[in-house]
């Protein structure tokens, strides 16, 4: 090769070489850039992981949650049990929609606290109803109420909870309350000696008492407190399990007895549909299990005395009518059902139906493979308040004065953005707006939402699974970016090092063509 030819080939070869050098360069700043993306988005990624939600939990139970929105806090309904929860800012003003903000400009026309009056707040109601936040009937009727310029400011609060959580011994005591408390028992002979035929017994924590003297008569309430056993001795030992005696004589005013029982646990635990509808499912479970199912019989008595304990025994370990045969004409068999074991498997039956079968509460053959709920003393039994205020009206219209008057106390301020729940719930959580809601007391105070039981803060879900999505969509594509730059990088540094060698060959060439001239020259 000539010197000029090899000349022009080595700038050649050292442009190229620069040009290659320069686009791994850049195509190293990409591959930065493609790190700094990745660590940005699983930095963002991160971040979701740890985002919240604020859910109105009306009831308490975490069951039954409701995303948080103005229309929940601020329209009377059962979710806020027919109370405000008002949206107020720093000085206490309370924070209103267009359509409310409308009606209060007729209490005070820029905002400011004013005294309340009657007459204001009818000129309030008929606003809303004219701006259709009510109906104009609602309207009518709610001013049918006695005005309370107390409402929610010193008065008593209505007592609007159509239902109350208790205990065992708080359902033995509404069962006490109620008229329909005492039991019928069948009528005939009583009698509180063991042998004693042609007669009734009854057995209270294993003392035989006389029911038929005054106030010793067993009520539903006794049967959740103590232990109760009801009996019947025959007159002789010719009797077994399946006479028609025990039909006539104990099956059928058993039967009565749980139509009693069904009555008052009706009364007060038939909140609704769906719990009346598990009494009746239970009352009809009891009556398969301890009157269809048939009898126990021990078969173990000799005398009328062990014949009576066989079954009072029998019946106090099987969740069934027991009987006690006793041999020989001059000794008398017993038939014993424990009363209290028929009402505990009542409740069984009720929560299970009420609740779900899955429940850890059962109804065995036995009491010993048996769970019931009363059994259990942290279980809450929810029960009618006969207290309480069941009018939609009245609680519709106290819900109104209540607002009325927090306007007429403290002021009012507009802010239509209120109504976005993503706004609404970031004003909570950075402290510009609070949640003032009605204390036992009869007073409204202003706290943190995360002081109001009914608000929960839980994570979002949501927004989690989107962020996992856009997570993961933006790291292919980063990775795909990577992968190719990577190649690209991979063949230029093959290019640089085959134009490293040919540009060493190249410059060994042009200086031995130089050191020949010089030598040819000497």
Known sequence: MGLAASQARFLAITSRKAYCEFQSMQIAQDKLSVTRDLAEISNDYQNALNQTKLVWDYDGTGQN???LSYGVLMTPSTLNNYNPYLITNRTGAVVLNGQLAAAAKLISPDGAPVSASE??????????AQNGVIPESTAEIILEQEYSKDAGYGGEPLNKNGALVNNLAGLAYQAEQSDKNELSLPEGTYSTSSTAANSYKVKVNGQFVDPTQEDAEITISDLLSNDVVLMYTFEDGNHDKNSVDIDGKFKTPLNDILAEIHALFTEILGTDVIAT??????????ESMFFTSGTHDSSAGRSTENALNNAVNDASNYNQIAFGYAKGKKNNSTVAINLSNLVASYLTYFELSYNGFESNYHVGATVGTSYFVTDDPYYNYVMKDEDAVDSVTIMQADFYMQLYNNICA????????VEDNNYLENALKNGTYFITSLNGDGYFYQGRYNEEDCIVEI????????????????????TYKEEQLDMEMKNLDTEISTLTTEYDS?????SKNVEKIFTMFQ
């Not at 403290?410 to 953005?417: A, E, M």
């Open 65 to 67: 949650p409701y995303n």
């Open 459 to 478: 994570t979002d879900e949501d927004a989690i699974a989107q962020a996992e999505a856009e997570f993961t969509s933006q790291k292919a594509k980063l």
């Open 277 to 286: 509808t598990a009494l009746n499912n239970a009352k009809a479970m009891v």
């Open 410 to 417: 403290n002021g009012w301020t507009q802010n239509d953005n």
């Open 506 to 510: 190249v410059k060994n060439l042009i």
């Open 119 to 128: 007459t204001k707040f009818k000129e309030f109601i008929n606003a809303l």
